[in-house]
């Protein structure tokens, strides 16, 4: 079974935090995704990584930044965590070739106070 | 980018009621997935379909590539498929970002 683990379920952080988001995959896939998730507004594409290394600025960048060190974790950082980053966040990953089948973690809902 | 579009946005169901959910897409793709949003907010996958068609259980999904639309099929609704469906697009040609619809939010009642 392809798994991909986000490494809280739950977050509270204080305005101006750096607050991190880590996501594993363990299907070996080159692709990797941070969405974020609010009423209204649907799933946003906040960065998107092809290659270790490697980083792509989705839709909503602003205010956080990815790091892609192993090909198989895909850090989200906030800098400086404000609230209107209070959202849920979703990692996903998939294959770059044949099968593009995405896969995702099961959420952080973070709560910047 | 891929402009996604899901109908209807909500849709409310007696339990044993069949429903179709629809995604209509504005260009060529390369992936379309169905999910399901549990209500933990996980993204459950139900179907990667870009194209013909595929049943899993009481669900089933069509893709016509040609038209750009997608379709879910309910069976024999029950209370836990109750829910966010989202449909999701990937372009290809090196273009993997998946661009997702609004999604359909399903109340099955007993």
């Known amino acids: 079974d392809v798994k991909v683990t986000q490494s809280s379920r739950y977050l509270v952080k204080r305005t101006g935090e750096k607050v991190f988001l880590e996501c594993v995959q363990d299907m070996d896939h080159e692709n990797m995704f941070w969405y974020r998730q609010d009423p209204g507004l649907g799933l946003r594409l906040i960065y998107f990584s092809y290659d270790v290394k490697m980083k792509e600025k989705g839709d909503i960048p602003e205010g956080y930044s990815v790091s892609r060190e192993k090909k198989e974790r895909f850090s989200l950082i906030l800098e400086s965590a404000s609230t209107n980053q209070t959202s849920m966040y979703l990692c996903a990953s998939s294959a770059a070739w044949e099968n593009t089948e995405a896969f995702f973690g099961q959420g952080t809902r973070l709560t910047v106070v | 980018g891929i402009q996604v579009e899901q109908s209807p946005p909500d849709l409310i169901l007696q339990e044993g009621a069949n429903s179709t959910l629809r995604c209509n897409f504005s260009d060529s793709v390369n992936n379309l997935q169905w999910f399901h949003q549990n209500p933990w907010g996980q993204l459950i996958n139900l179907f990667y379909i870009p194209s013909g068609t595929k049943q899993n259980g009481r669900l089933s999904a069509t893709t016509v590539a040609t038209e750009r639309y997608s379709l879910l099929y309910i069976s024999s609704s029950q209370t836990t498929d109750s829910g966010v469906y989202f449909c999701?697009?990937?372009?290809?040609?090196?273009?993997?970002?998946?661009?997702f619809g609004a999604g359909t939010t399903v109340t099955v009642r007993a």
């Open positions: 999701a697009v990937d372009p290809g040609s090196n273009d993997y970002k998946l661009s």
